[in-house]
């Protein structure tokens, strides 16, 4: 069997499973990570090389210096395969894709799966819900915006991950006042309508366009709140015939169709009004969740989504089919916040229902598993007093998210 080079690009510490199973297939793995990430706990069984880049802030790397690096290294290996690990570096593995001609996602895709300006417009275009919007390049079009949407408005990063940097605004002078702070920033940001109501997760595994797994789940806290507010992040899965999985399934195969994903993770999240009950579409992304939603995922599933991502691009590169096994039912729930310790004492969340504790630095982190959703409603609601009470440590918003 012929021996595919990957390269894994990731800014952040994550994809040990990823890595871990593109090894077992029989592929040489190279990774590309942040040069402040050396000491990680990476799968070094599973690594045949490692490139690192210096950050000029978090998450960002010279691109210039990048594809010069990347040109050494195709001097002497065939590159089969470049993988982005991370929402941040889903530009990088585009950049490279097209710079040096290697199959995947290019950049024109890419914004669709990146910049939330371009993957508003592309889900308007396509007749699919999402929130009143406005790219905020324009003087006369934010007033006419702020005229005619009624506040609150959020006002959003277009290629930020997760909630980081996003800003409620309840009037126009709040709003010019926050356009103005930007300063020479303001283009990569935008402009929407914030819709109350419950926040969803879709995670999902596609194969030749082929949607062949879908995950759906319903945050309990949305990860915006959280990043601004602090507190408890939780999530549960929902029922596979339930009416809000059927939604949302039916929903994220038409973001996903629309949006020309070949092959792969994503990541999509919804809104569902409280006002009129419709589903608007939040944001995707071509990777696999964050904030631990695999171990939720794989709790309800048995079906681990970085595993099945690295058997899906080895059967593209090997051309021959790929099949995944058929989900189990359980419901799952998934329990994460910042605490004081750095070590915390899981002894008093021990139950039949907490299958896997996450072993995260200074966070509490639990994934709880049963045949009844009403049980992981009550364990989820009975960790989080006791987090709230007893561990929990606040801090102000900084730095990458998690999500």
């Known amino acids: 069997m012929e021996e595919k080079t990957i390269v894994c690009i990731s800014c952040y510490y994550k994809g040990y499973d990823f890595m871990d199973e593109m090894k077992k297939l029989g592929n040489k793995v190279i990774l590309v990570t942040s040069e402040n990430l050396k000491e990680k706990n990476w799968p070094w069984h599973a690594i045949d090389e490692v490139f690192y880049m210096p950050e000029i802030k978090p998450s960002v790397w010279n691109l210039d210096h990048l594809i010069q690096g990347f040109s050494h290294l ?77 506040a609150p408005w959020v006002l959003k990063p277009r290629s930020e991950a997760s909630a980081s940097g996003i800003k409620k605004l309840t009037s126009r002078d709040e709003l010019w006042e926050a356009l103005n702070n930007l300063g020479e920033e303001r283009h990569l940001f935008l402009l929407e309508s914030f819709k109350p109501g419950d926040v969803y997760h879709v995670d999902s595994l596609t194969f030749n366009k082929e949607i062949v797994f879908t995950s759906a789940s319903k945050y309990l806290a949305p990860p915006m709140q959280v990043s601004h507010e602090g507190g408890v992040f939780r999530t549960k899965t929902l029922g596979r015939y339930s009416d809000e999985f059927l939604a949302l399934e039916k929903a994220n195969a038409k973001v996903l169709s629309n949006f020309g994903l070949m092959n792969g993770a994503t990541h999509t999240e919804f809104i569902r009004s409280r006002e009129n009950g419709k589903y608007y579409f939040l944001e995707t992304s071509s990777r696999v ?81 049963s045949k009844d959703a009403d049980t992981v409603q009550e364990r989820l609601d009975t960790a989080a007093e006791k987090i709230q009470a007893e561990m929990l440590n606040i801090l102000p918003p900084k730095g990458k998210p998690t999500s």
């Open 74 to 150: 195709m001097q002497t290996r065939k590159v089969h395969a470049v993988i982005a690990l991370d929402d941040y570096d889903v530009e990088k593995a585009a950049l490279i894709r097209e710079t040096f001609r290697i199959p995947g996602m290019g950049q024109t895709t890419h914004r669709y799966f990146r910049d939330k300006l371009a993957m508003r417009q592309k889900a308007k275009d396509s007749g699919i819900h999402v929130p009143e919007f406005t790219a905020v390049f324009n003087n006369d079009e934010v007033n006419a915006f702020a005229d005619t949407v009624p």
């Open 289 to 369: 969740g964050g904030a631990h939603i695999p171990d939720l995922v794989e709790a309800s599933s048995n079906i681990n989504i970085w595993r099945e991502w690295a058997k899906i691009e080895d059967a593209l590169l090997r051309e021959k089919e790929y099949n995944i096994s058929k989900p189990t039912g359980y419901y799952s729930g998934l329990i994460v916040a910042l605490i004081k310790d750095q070590t915390p004492d899981y002894s008093a969340f021990e139950c039949e229902e907490a299958v896997r504790f996450l072993p995260i630095d200074y966070h509490v982190g639990i994934v709880y598993k």
